[in-house]
């Protein structure tokens, strides 16, 4: 019984390990850490597991910079690098 009980312990502990970057997903905008209701755009874009294999854009973020796609997001983020490049050619 105790046994049994442990078992499920873990199990349950590695499924939120494993699953930790879709419940509390990152935003790729704004660097913050949400819960997934708050996420507009979800999607996994590689194999690594983590923030690093997803994309995700909060409410918010899209509201701000009105992305209602992926392709809207990755158009921003093209804009945001470029706009970044300037900023240190400038200095
Ligand atoms: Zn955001």
Redesign the pocket.
Known sequence: MDIAILFLIIALSLLVIMFYADIFPK??????V?TRACFKIHKTSGILPGYKGNIS??R???R?YNIYNLNDYIKVRNIRKKAEMNVNLDL
């Open positions: 935003c790729s905008l704004c660097n913050r949400k854009v909060c918010k973020c899209s701000l």
